[in-house]
C-alpha cells in the first residue's frame, strides 16, 4: 500500500497520494488539490515546492552531496573530464571510448558559427556585459539554424545537442574578444574542447598560443563542478520556456539570463568585487561579516549561504582546494585568496551564520581562479555558463522527452474588487 497523506478542510477530509524517490526524498502529489478543495498552494522562491520527477542530479543539502547520474561530484572531478560529464549528464550514461569520440566528432561537425552572426555582435558596444551579449547570440543562433526550434525525433534533438555545445563555446568566447578590440576566433576540430576555450578566449594573430595541461586540466574540473545542479533558478527558467516547446537555443537564452543575476550565477562576480572592495578598505573582514549581518544593511557576504546546502556546498571544498593548486602551480600571490580565506574563518566562526547555515558556495573562490587564469571579472559568470551548459541541455531534453505539459502557475489575487469605469472629465 503505497503512503497518502491526509488534508482536512473545513468539515471535508481528502487523501493525497505520496512520491517517493530513489533516494527516498517524499513529496505530496497535489495535482488534484484545487479540483478536490478549490484551494491552491502558496510557496514563493518554491522552497517546498517540487517542479518535476528528474533523473539528472540528486543533491542532499543537509549532508553535502552532489551526484550526477548517481556518481558523486567528488569521483566525477577527479577521474573524468568536462565532455564525458556532459555525455553523462545528457544521455545518462558514461561512455564507452567510441561513444566519446563519436559524441566530440559530432560537436566538431557544428563548430563553425555563420559569419552573419558577427553582424550581430559588432551591433553591441564594447562594454556590454559579456552575459547580456551571450544571451542575445544564442538567442540568434535560432535564425540561423531553425531546425534546431522544434526537436520532434531524436535525430532531431541530438544534432540540436550538438549543435549547441558546439556553438555556445565559441559565442561566448567572442563576448571576450569584441570587449578587448580582438579579431574572433574558430574552434580548431584537431584540439580538444577545453584546449578551444582557451584558444578561442587568448589566441592572438601576433603569435600563438601556448597550452599549459595544468590550466586546461583546472578548468575541465571547474566546467565538470558547475555542470548541474538540478531545479536552481536558471535551470527551472530553462525547463520553463522549454515547456512551452520554444526551441533549445531560444531556452538556453533564458537560462544565460536568469544566470546573470548576483543572487545566482552572478555571484562569482559580485564575490570578487566584495574582496576587492575588503582589500581595498584595508582588509578588515570583521567589519564586513557586521555589515552582513546588519539588517538595515543590504551588504550581503557573497559566496555565502544556499537555498539547498545548509552543509559546505561540496563544490566549494573542491573549488578551495584547487584555487590553492593552480595559484601555487602558476606562482601566483593574490591576496585576495588570503582575504577569502579569512573571511570565511571568521563568518564560519559566527553565531549569525552558523545559526542560518551559511558556508561558503560554489562561486565563493571560483573567481580567485578564473582571475588567476587571467579571465577578466565580467566574463566570470560567463564560465558559469560555459559549466552549466549540459545540465541545461540535459534537462530540457528530459522535459521534453517526459512530455511535461506547459508551466503555468497559479496566484491568489490581492487586487482591487469589481469596479465601473470612470470617464476622463470625471476622474
Ligand atoms: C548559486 O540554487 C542553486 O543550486 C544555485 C547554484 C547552482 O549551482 O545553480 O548553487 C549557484 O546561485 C549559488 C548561490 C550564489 N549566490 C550568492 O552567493 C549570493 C549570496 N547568497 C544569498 O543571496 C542567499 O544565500 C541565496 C540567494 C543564495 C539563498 O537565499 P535563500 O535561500 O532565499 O535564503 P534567504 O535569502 O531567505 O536567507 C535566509 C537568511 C536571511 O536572514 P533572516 O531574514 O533569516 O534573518 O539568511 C540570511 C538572510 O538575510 N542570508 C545572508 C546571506 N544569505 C542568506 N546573510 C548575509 N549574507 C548572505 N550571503
Partial sequence: MSETVKLVVGDNSYEF???????????????????????????????????????????????????YRGYSIESLAEQSTFLEVSYLLIFGELPSKSQLTQFETDIRKYTLVNEEMKNILDGFPKTAHPMGVLSSLTSALTAFNPKAVNVNNDKEMYDAICKTMAKFIVIATWTYRKSMGYPLNYYDNTKGYVDNFLRLMFELPTGPYNIDPKIVSALDKLFILH????????????RMVGSSHAGLFASISSGVSALWGPLHGGANQAVLEMLEQIKNDGGDVDKYVLKAKDKDDPFRLMGFGHRVYKNFDPRARIIKKAADDVLGTLGVDDPVLEIAKKLEKVALEDEYFKARNLYPNVDFYSGIIYRALGIPVDMFTVMFAIGRLPGWIAQWKEMRANKEP??????????????????????
Fill in 227 to 238: 555542470a548541474d545542479h538540478e531545479q536552481n533558478c536558471s535551470t527551472s527558467t530553462v
Fill in 406 to 427: 506547459i508551466g503555468r502557475p497559479r496566484q491568489i489575487y490581492n487586487g482591487a474588487t469589481p469596479r465601473d469605469y470612470v470617464s476622463l472629465d470625471k476622474r
Fill in 17 to 67: 497520494p505520496v512520491i517517493e524517490g530513489t533516494e527516498n526524498e517524499k513529496a505530496i502529489d497535489i495535482g488534484k488539490l484545487r479540483d478536490l478543495t478549490g484551494y491552491i498552494t502558496m510557496d514563493p522562491g518554491y522552497k517546498n515546492t517540487g517542479a518535476c520527477s528528474s533523473n539528472i542530479t540528486y543533491l542532499d543539502g543537509e549532508n553535502g552531496i552532489l551526484h
